[in-house]
Each structure stands twice: as C-alpha cells, then as structure tokens.
C-alpha cells in the first residue's frame, strides 16, 4: 500500500516540475539555471541566435538594449520575461556583509523610488532587497543585491499578477543563482554608502524602457502562434 501512495504522489508532483538549463554568464561572473521552454538571450550567446530570428529580432537591436539598458540576460516565454541587470558600484564589497538593520534604509528609498508598498529582505547563500510593485501596466518582482562591487537586480514582469506557484518558481530561479565573484564576507564593512543606492536607482530608472521593449518583442511572439 506505501508503495502504491508514493507512486500516486509523484504522479500528482510530475506535473509541477519544471526542467532548466543551466545558464553560465561570464561577462556577469554568474551562472544560473532557467526553464528549458523560455528563450534566453545574453551578452555572450546573442550573436549567430537562431531563436532572435524566430523572433523577427537581429543581433544588432538586441545588442543595444542590452548595452543601453545594462542587461546581462533577457529570457522569456510568451506570458512573463526574467531580466538580469548589472552596474558597477564602488568601495560596497558586497550586501552580505552588513546587518539587516543597515541594509534598511536603502532598502526603503529603493521601494520608494519603485512606488512599492513594502519590501522584504530574502536571504539564501547571499542577501537579496525583495519588491512587487506595478509600472506601465505590468506586475513586477525584483530581487535585488550586490556582490564584489556589482548591483544585481533580477526582474520578473508580466501582465497579469503573480500567483504563488509562478513567485516560488522564480524563487528557485534566485536560488540556483552562483556568483563567481563572491569570495566570502568582507566584515570590514563598517556602513552602507550611498553608492549601493545610486547604482540600484539606475537599474530601477530603466524598468519602464525595457517594458516597452518587451511589449513588441510578446507582440511578434503572438502575431506568429496566430499564424
């Protein structure tokens, strides 16, 4: 009889479980896994892409919205797209080495400047500033963190809102995250300068931009399943 329970519970968790690629970002120092169905762009596999033909797109418009806008990865399936963007900050280390209670204030103005209504601190093997918030008519995750003098902020958008299942699928995107650069905790960080702040605003600023960019590329996806 266990026997027969346990083989009934996996058939009813089979269908749950997504397959994903592992991603290798070196010009990010991360590596990543992302499901197997989304398309995924990046600095390094862009040129020569099949799939940006598929897409109607070519290598040149996709590498300037990655250059201009400071993508790293564009990935994505026909309902929600993950964003990786990446600006140098200075003299930071990395957001695993300050208190919660330091990493406070900026978390707030980064929630203030995104219009979100609160925001949570995530932790696995690093700390992450968590935000849902909408802009443009799209619904928006952002995990955000900093590692060796880099700000990292992971977005997740689509149009619809999120249900729980599709938050802790994106969870288990942030977890499988590795940075190369990370060596360990500086803990002779004393404070939390201004320069985390500002190199996460830029990545916040261009949110609208690459929404908007979004919207054609899901448009051109669509325009081909009607075919």
């Known amino acids: 009889m266990k026997k027969i329970v346990f083989s009934l519970l996996v058939l009813l968790v089979m269908p749950l479980m997504v397959s994903a690629a592992s991603v290798d970002v070196p010009s990010a120092d991360m590596s990543l896994n ?27 418009f996709m590498n300037e919205l990655m250059n201009e806008n400071d993508m790293y990865v564009d990935a994505f399936d026909d309902e929600e797209e993950f964003i990786v963007s990446v600006v140098d900050v200075e003299d930071v280390g990395n957001l695993n080495d300050y208190f919660d209670s330091e990493i406070e204030d900026l978390a707030l103005e980064i929630q203030s400047i995104a219009g979100a209504d609160s925001y949570e601190l995530y932790e696995n093997d690093y700390k992450f ?18 590692i060796a ?28 995250v590795n940075f190369d650069n990370y060596v360990g905790v500086d803990n002779s960080k004393e404070t939390l300068v201004v320069a985390i702040g500002l190199g996460l605003v830029v990545a916040l600023g261009v949110a609208a ?19």
């Open 129 to 146: 500033i968590y935000l849902e918030y909408m802009d443009a008519g799209y619904y928006i995750i952002n995990y955000y963190t900093i």
């Open 209 to 227: 931009v690459i929404i908007a960019k979004v919207k054609g590329k899901n448009e051109v996806k669509e325009s081909k399943k009607n075919v």
């Open 149 to 176: 003098d880099r700000a990292y902020t992971f977005t997740i958008q689509k149009e619809t809102e999120f249900t729980s299942a599709e938050k802790d699928s994106y969870k288990t995107i942030i977890d499988s």
């Open 34 to 60: 992302i499901p197997d169905e989304w398309y995924v762009f990046t600095r390094e596999n862009i040129e020569n892409n099949p799939d940006l033909d598929e897409l109607d797109l070519t290598y040149e």
